[in-house]
């Protein structure tokens, strides 16, 4: 055997303990994420909330990301990756017992601090983990390392809706009979306390996996990696020093805010959306895994065209021309066919974070944990579109406001895929 080929057996050998392991830690994170989908049915019905209020869910959740990205990126300079992994889980661990205690309490803001504190245990570990990935072997194949840590997400989050309705949604339907036939309010108020209290023990058994993860990551082989020596290559005419020499990077921030949004749209609004028709939650429960696995054929798709047949910023460009075509799909037409539409925007989304983030810190070198923080505050359009979307749709027709709000963020998508991941650097593709 060639002295090249031993070479690159080391180098994919390398590679493949750590991808296990941000493996890992992205199917955790994907199951915790996705549950937010059926979260926002749950607290509708064990706090009795309007849409308005169940869907500060997402945004508790998202906000996080917002206000505690960059406090991450210091945390990763004293820390180093690894432990900022561990660091993260052991946050989210809190942020669990938290949930899980305030939702048994039925004390609504105690429930939305914890899914604050998951979000932020989860902003310190996508800051770390998204640019440990893309780093970890070439820049212009990162799309393809972030994909199939994309499908260790979303395979946790296609299960998380059908592991949340057995353990907690079970018999839904009848339970709404119960509450609609309760005799009186203090009848009422037992049977919500009593499918609020469903939760703890789920909650409490992921703290303890949360805890017993972080550490196996920290004792864990992961080797550290420096974004300074391992993300440097610099594009011509960037000034030194400075992460506004970069404007890609403020670019694809504003493109991964929009991207969030729409994201969160398809998959944790998509039961409030089907609701809009008259479909009932027992109906609706599953949706966002329906999203989740049309993600995951996304992202398969992506894994087998990505750098080999096309690349990361010419898929991106061509899946928010998908974005656009299926959200025109969601409003001409009516009940399951236009939910369908909606669910198919998941293989449109896919691919987008994958190509976004390693297009948005290439060339940053010693400023990629700031310049990753940044964009992982971009996670915030989780937190805003949705909310917006529960406003507006109380006064306008639901479907335009789906229509309005997802094509202006898949023009800017294609925008940023086909010409602003380039502005600033004048290097060629």
């Not at 180098?11 to 937010?36: A, Q």
């Not at 504003?254 to 998959?267: D, I, Q, T």
Request: glycine share 10%.
């Amino acid at each position: 055997m060639s002295s090249t080929a031993v070479a690159v057996d080391e180098t994919r050998h390398s590679s493949l303990v750590p991808m296990i392991i941000i493996g890992v830690l992205f199917f955790i994170f994907g199951f915790v994420t996705w549950l937010n989908g059926p979260l926002i049915t749950f607290v509708k019905l064990a706090f009795n909330l309007d849409d308005v209020n169940a869907f500060l869910v997402p945004m508790a959740f998202y906000l996080s990301y917002f206000f505690l990205a960059l406090p991450s990126s210091f945390i990763l300079k004293k820390t180093g990756m690894k432990k900022g992994m561990g660091l993260g889980l052991f946050v989210m661990a809190i942020g669990a017992v938290m949930f899980g205690q305030f939702v048994t309490m039925r004390v609504y803001p105690g429930a939305l601090t914890g899914l604050f504190v998951i979000g932020a245990g989860l902003s310190l570990l996508q800051t770390a983990s998204n640019p440990y990935i893309s780093i970890l072997g070439p820049i212009d194949s990162g799309a393809q390392r972030i994909a199939f840590m994309g499908i260790c997400n979303k395979l946790a989050g296609a299960a998380a809706p059908f592991v949340f309705s057995a353990v907690v949604m079970s018999n839904i339907g009848s339970f709404d009979k119960q509450i609609a036939a309760a005799g009186s309010p203090e009848a009422k108020d037992a049977l919500l306390a009593a499918f609020a209290a469903k939760v703890h023990l789920p909650y409490m058994v992921m703290a303890g996996l949360l805890v017993v993860l972080a550490v196996w990551v920290v004792r864990s082989s992961l080797p550290e990696i420096k974004p300074s020596s391992d993300n440097s290559e610099r594009a011509i005419g960037h000034a030194k020093g400075s992460l506004f020499s970069f404007p890609h990077l403020w670019l694809g921030v504003l493109c991964l805010f929009v991207y969030v949004g729409v994201e969160v749209m398809a998959g944790d609004a998509i039961g409030t959306y089907g609701q809009g028709f008259g479909m009932t939650p027992a109906d609706t429960q599953h949706f966002t895994s329906y999203t989740l696995i049309a993600m995951l054929v996304g992202y398969i798709a992506g894994l087998l065209l990505i750098p080999k047949f096309v690349s990361q910023q010419r898929y991106l460009a061509f899946s928010a021309v998908l974005g656009v075509v299926f959200s025109i799909g969601t409003y001409v037409t009516s009940g399951y066919v236009s939910v369908g539409f909606v669910a198919a925007l998941g293989f449109a989304n896919a691919m987008m974070w994958p190509a976004i983030f390693p297009l948005a810190i290439k060339g940053l070198g010693a400023l990629t944990e700031f310049g990753s923080a940044f964009l992982i505050m971009g996670i915030a359009g989780g937190a805003i579109i949705p909310v917006i979307f529960a406003h507006l749709k109380q006064t306008y027709d639901f479907q335009a406001v789906f229509l309005c709000l997802m094509v202006p963020c898949y023009l800017y998508i294609l925008y940023y895929g086909a010409a602003g991941h380039r502005v600033g650097q004048h290097v060629k593709d």
